[in-house]
Nanobody, 128 residues
Framework: QVQLVESGGGLVQAGGSLRLSCAASGHTFGNYAMGWFRQAPGKEREFVAAISLSGLSTYYADSVKGRFTIGRDNAKNTVTLQMDSLSPEDTAVYYC?????????????????????WGQGPQVTVSS
């Protein structure tokens, strides 16, 4: 079973950048499409970005397209989220997630209860 540990959250001013990392334990990391979700106070958890098993295919929510970049390194069992041009609307708890044998696009539309693994969620706060 893969377990996820995130790092890299924090406080940043609007227009700034942050990079989130997610380290996976276990030997089957390459069998999971990986993604990032976020949940702002008083709102439902929403999809942010996903990347395929091979890393060749990515999918983004419209709200972050062109500003966020997801990447993965299967040799190091890591997935990252580079966040640029941040705005206060990006303030949320960000969760790393994995879905076994799924596509990146499918992760955007899956029921969250069908996601196989979740990280603990670092806080990202963007001040205006």
């Amino acid at each position: 079973q893969v377990q996820l540990v995130e790092s890299g959250g924090g406080l940043v001013q609007a227009g700034g950048s942050l990079r989130l990392s997610c380290a996976a334990s276990g030997h089957t990391f390459g069998n999971y499409a990986m993604g990032w979700f976020r949940q702002a106070p008083g709102k439902e958890r929403e999809f942010v970005a996903a990347i395929s098993l091979s890393g060749l295919s990515t999918y983004y929510a419209d709200s972050v397209k062109g500003r966020f970049t997801i990447g993965r390194d299967n040799a190091k069992n890591t997935v990252t989220l580079q966040m640029d041009s941040l705005s206060p609307e990006d303030t949320a708890v960000y969760y790393c997630a994995g879905a076994r044998s799924r596509t990146a696009q499918l992760m955007a539309f899956m029921s969250h209860s069908d996601i196989d693994i979740w990280g603990q969620g670092p806080q990202v706060t963007v001040s205006s």
